[in-house]
Each structure stands twice: as C-alpha cells, then as structure tokens.
Nanobody, 123 residues
Framework: EVQLVESGGGLVQAGGSLRLSCAASGFIFDDYAIGWFRQAPGKEREGVSSASSSDGSIYYADSVKGRFTTATDNAKNTVYLQMNSLKPEDTAVYYC????????????????WGQGTQVTVSS
C-alpha cells in the first residue's frame, strides 16, 4: 500500500521557519518524483517544489524560490521542505505527492497524495 505521511506543520510568526517531512512507503522511492503542493482557503492547489530522488534535481515555484528548500533522504524514503522567511500568504495546507514527472508542478501529474499538514503564518 502506497503511503505518504506529512508532518511538521504548525503555527509560526511571519519571518519564522518550519520544516515539513514527507515519509513515503509502499513504492520504489527512486522511481518517482516527489512534489510539495499547498492549498490556501478559497484557492486552488498550487505546486511548491518537485524533487527527483534518482538524479537529485529540484524545481521550485517562483513564489518560494530563495525561501524554501527541498531535500531528499533516500535512505529514509523521506522528503523535507525547509521553509524560511515565512509570510502570511504561505498559510495553507501542505501536501506531498508522488508522481512520474520530475520538475512538474502540475497536480495532475502526481498519482499518490498524503493527507496534508496545516501551516499557519501569523502577521
């Protein structure tokens, strides 16, 4: 059974940092790209980053470049999203997803999804 489990969300003040984790199981980690997405209230889900554990390539949405960093730990089948300099507009439910296209920030390209973790940034 494929499982993606996010953790690490919470409440933080603007300018602060959080690190999200996505623990994956039930599939061959190296065969999939792992994406981070987020959905704010009343808005569509948007791609944040996409990482390929096989070649180490990572792509970011323009809105988070320079502030968010994605890292993969192949030994633990875990992907991290380090979020620095957080802004109130980063408030959203954050999801990780596994799919077949490294670099894609389109949700339709991802096959498996976690349950999400809430990130709230206060001003």
């Amino acid at each position: 059974e494929v499982q993606l489990v996010e953790s690490g969300g919470g409440l933080v003040q603007a300018g602060g940092s959080l690190r999200l984790s996505c623990a994956a199981s039930g599939f061959i980690f190296d065969d999939y790209a792992i994406g981070w997405f987020r959905q704010a209230p009343g808005k569509e889900r948007e791609g944040v980053s996409s990482a390929s554990s096989s070649d180490g390539s990572i792509y970011y949405a323009d809105s988070v470049k320079g502030r968010f960093t994605t890292a993969t730990d192949n030994a633990k089948n875990t992907v991290y999203l380090q979020m620095n300099s957080l802004k109130p507009e980063d408030t959203a439910v954050y999801y990780c997803a596994a799919g077949g296209v490294a670099g894609s920030l389109y949700e339709y390209e991802y096959d498996y999804w976690g349950q999400g973790t809430q990130v709230t940034v206060s001003s």
